[in-house]
């Protein structure tokens, strides 16, 4: 049924609950595994009464710090994969707001079904923080497989 699926993660508890998900259907269904994670974009940092900073320097240590943190994600997900016996793609989007790097990956590699977790954010906290997980539902044209 499914050839590819795309496994979203950004390492917490509910992303490894759809990890396991995806392992277990790729597995099953003999279909292609790829595991991604994002980095939301750097914004640019200036300074108060004092004119503008330079915030180049800082910029790419946080973006250091981030690419440092999605390998150690991916690098879990494979340790993960590899334990089960599943060759999996690893993919780390920097710049990217997860339910546009989730969205535009799933699309660009035809993948047939993508799963993820959901912080379960409910009432004003989703209002304020958003929802990927809505967002990827919203717009994805492949089937999603929410995990709790």
């Known amino acids: 049924m499914f050839k590819s699926i795309l496994v979203a993660t950004d390492g917490s508890a509910t992303a490894e609950k759809a990890l396991d998900i995806g392992l277990k259907l790729?597995?099953?269904q003999d279909a292609a595994l790829l595991v991604l994670t994002s980095t939301t974009p750097v914004?640019?940092?200036y300074g108060?009464?004092?004119?503008?900073?330079d915030s180049a320097s800082i910029t790419a240590r946080v973006e250091e710090a981030y690419a440092e943190q999605a390998g150690n994600i991916l690098a879990a997900?494979?340790?993960?994969?590899d334990a089960k016996g599943i060759d999996a793609e690893l993919l780390h989007l920097?710049?990217?707001?997860?339910?546009q790097a989730i969205i535009e990956t799933a699309e660009t590699r035809k993948v047939d079904l993508i799963v993820m977790g959901s912080h379960g954010?409910?009432?004003?906290?989703?209002?304020?923080?958003?929802s990927q997980a809505s967002e990827v539902?919203?717009?994805a044209r492949v089937p999603?497989?929410?995990a709790k």
Do not use: C
Not at 94 to 99: D, G, I, M, T, W
Not at 121 to 130: K, T
């Open 26 to 28: 790729a597995r099953e």
């Open 43 to 45: 914004d640019n940092i």
């Open 48 to 53: 108060g009464g004092f004119g503008p900073i």
């Open 77 to 81: 997900a494979a340790s993960k994969a």
């Open 94 to 99: 920097p710049n990217r707001h997860p339910a």
């Open 121 to 130: 954010r409910r009432g004003l906290e989703r209002l304020l923080l958003g």
């Open 137 to 139: 539902l919203t717009q």
């Open 144 to 146: 999603v497989l929410i």
